[in-house]
């Protein structure tokens, strides 16, 4: 958090790596996106497009593809757990007590703070073809011009899996 402002004073476009809410990351792209106005360009050009990553996977049932992405996430929090404690033994502006995984909720299924109408976290591109055009849709109105996926985190997902769940997408 913050360096996509570092990021907007060179004329750098942002990754925002942060995982978490649409809203936190609407509210960096707007400010990303003012800052970016009065930049110092550090190369040829100025690139002023904003990323962001989310989770992914897509199966023709919501329900299944719901249980099984939210068992990735799961798996993808449980560890990102482990390793928060390392953040001290090389600690950074970018990353510091709060950091990467500030707000991360490793438990599946989650809270029903911030979840849809299909009690899915609202940045998780995990469910049903439907509800995951509903979410880059969502992603895009924030001001969020690409996103990359996490597809199989800790490998939770078996492979053939995988696949088909790209095809779908």
Same mark, same amino acid.
């Given at each position: 958090?913050?360096?996509?402002?570092? +990021?907007?004073?060179?004329?750098?476009?942002?990754?925002?790596?942060?995982?978490?809410?649409?809203?936190?990351?609407?509210?960096?792209?707007?400010?990303?996106?003012?800052?970016?106005?009065?930049? %110092?360009?550090?190369?040829?050009? @100025?690139?002023?497009?904003?990323?962001?990553?989310?989770?992914?996977?897509?199966?023709? %049932?919501?329900?299944?593809?719901?249980?099984?992405?939210? =068992?990735? @996430?799961?798996?993808?929090?449980?560890? =990102?757990?482990?390793?928060? =404690?390392?953040?001290? @033994?090389? *600690?950074?502006? =970018?990353?510091?007590?709060? #950091?990467?995984?500030?707000?991360?909720? *490793?438990? &599946?299924?989650?809270?029903?703070? #911030?979840?849809?109408?299909?009690?899915?976290?609202?940045?998780?591109?995990?469910? %049903? *073809?439907?509800?995951?055009?509903?979410?880059?849709?969502? &992603?895009?109105?924030?001001?969020? %011009?690409?996103?990359?996926?996490?597809?199989?985190?800790?490998?939770?997902? *078996?492979?053939? +899996?995988?696949?088909?769940?790209?095809?779908?997408?």
């Amino acid at each position: 958090p913050g360096t996509e402002l570092e +990021a907007a004073e060179r004329g750098l476009g942002a990754l925002g790596v942060t995982i978490g809410p649409i809203a936190v990351q609407e509210a960096r792209a707007a400010a990303y996106r003012k800052r970016i106005q009065s930049c %110092d360009p550090v190369g040829a050009f @100025v690139n002023e497009h904003v990323d962001t990553v989310s989770f992914l996977y897509c199966h023709e %049932d919501l329900q299944t593809g719901a249980a099984v992405g939210g =068992s990735m @996430v799961g798996a993808f929090g449980y560890i =990102s757990a482990q390793a928060a =404690s390392a953040r001290h @033994v090389f *600690p950074t502006r =970018s990353y510091s007590a709060g #950091g990467l995984l500030e707000g991360f909720r *490793p438990a &599946w299924p989650p809270p029903t703070e #911030g979840n849809d109408e299909y009690g899915i976290s609202d940045f998780l591109c995990i469910g %049903d *073809p439907e509800r995951i055009i509903k979410v880059c849709k969502r &992603w895009e109105s924030a001001g969020i %011009d690409r996103l990359n996926f996490l597809i199989n985190t800790t490998e939770t997902i *078996p492979q053939e +899996a995988v696949l088909e769940s790209l095809r779908l997408f």
